[in-house]
């Protein structure tokens, strides 16, 4: 009778636990959308984007399912095509451009049971988070670079929209130039477009025709400016991927990015339930950036130095906006023995002392 009334016990307990188990198991995947401004090539920011959405299948398998959607303009398009996301049953999506942010914002308020990570910009909502990379510190150490092996004293950056990120990459180039090779100039042309190979190679070929002997590519989703470099025997430091395999004898160092351990953090929390809308900031410490692919034609002591300030802003020690600071009026920015804090930094609308061009209009 005792064993009977177990039985029956246990019997209960199982119809109960059964049908939970039954509806966790058939609980659909996560959708887990992407947008990029540009196609997905061998190398380039839509493709490190694109490292980012394998990691999340690798890490997550049939708990995800995801889908990207290439070369999407800015503006009314990418409206579409994050309502299309949402209408298709998205519960997280990823907008891979500084100008996809209002639309995004928008549809993340009309949306609350969806999840956006949008990268750059500067608004974040409880179910819109933003993430971007202290690339600056990247740059600063290709700066360097430059300004060690320019032999014309003339460095060229390819630049594509001003925005705040854009502009600290620019600031952070110059300064470190002028700390190694005071005599050296840092020009710049703006392309104002994110994805524009003709006009970015015209610009590259503009700045060696005015004498610059090393290159900046920034933003160029494309080997564009790389392949110019090549062509024209002259140093590039790139943006995004290791470019070093479309110019051999060019590539000085490529600033790299790296999406994938964030993305598959970020995922995860989603997946959990724990997704909180914040502006995540990596750097050289946490690997979002690093410079690969350094070039043979820095000697040892160059590299030394190099890898010397790399460690510094690593730990502390350095950071690259230290006072004192002016821009190219000539007012003071930053007092000596301060730093430009973070909110100006990722906010930056000047440019440096010494900078020769200006900021559009």
Do not use: C
């Not at 070093?244 to 964030?262: E, Q």
């Amino acid at each position: 009778m005792q064993m009977k009334r177990k039985l029956t016990n246990w019997i209960a307990a199982a119809a109960m636990i059964l049908p939970l188990t039954g509806i966790s198991a058939m609980a659909d995947p996560l959708l887990v959308g992407f947008i990029y401004p540009a196609p997905v090539a061998d190398v380039g920011w839509a493709k490190q984007l694109d490292l980012g959405r394998e990691a999340i299948e690798a890490a997550f398998g049939d708990r995800v399912i995801t889908r990207a959607v290439e070369n999407i303009a800015e503006g009314p398009d990418a409206g579409r095509v994050m309502g299309q996301l949402v209408a298709d049953g998205a519960g997280f999506i990823v907008l891979g451009s500084f100008g996809y942010m209002n639309d995004g914002l928008r549809l993340a308020q009309r949306n609350p049971e969806v999840n956006f990570l949008h990268a750059s910009g500067y608004r974040q909502a409880e179910n819109f988070g933003t993430f971007t990379s202290r690339s600056y510190e990247g740059f600063y150490l290709g700066g360097m670079a430059a300004g060690m092996v320019t032999e014309s004293n003339t460095i060229g950056i390819v630049a594509a929209f001003a925005v705040p990120e854009v502009i600290a990459e620019i600031n952070a180039i110059s300064l470190a130039v002028r700390e190694v090779n005071p005599d050296a100039e840092v020009r710049i042309v703006w392309v104002n477009s994110w994805f524009d190979p003709s006009r970015e190679q015209e610009a590259a070929r503009a700045l060696v025709s005015q004498g610059a002997d090393v290159l900046f590519s920034l933003h160029q989703d494309t080997p564009s400016v790389v392949n110019v470099a090549q062509a024209e025997g002259v140093y590039v430091v790139n943006t995004g991927s290791d470019m070093s395999a479309h110019g051999p004898n060019a590539v000085l160092a490529s600033v790299v990015h790296d999406w994938s351990s964030y993305f598959v953090s970020i995922v995860g929390d989603a997946l959990e339930g724990n997704f909180e809308g914040y502006d995540e900031r990596g750097g050289l410490a946490s690997g979002m950036v690093s410079v690969q692919a350094w070039g043979d034609m820095l000697s040892d002591e160059q590299m030394a130095r190099i890898t010397a300030t790399e460690a510094a802003l690593i730990n502390g020690e350095a950071h690259v906006f230290a006072g004192p600071l002016r821009d190219q009026s000539g007012a003071e920015r930053v007092a000596d023995g301060e730093v430009l804090p973070d909110p100006e930094i990722f906010g930056m609308n000047w440019l440096v002392e010494g900078l020769s061009g200006s900021l559009p209009q």
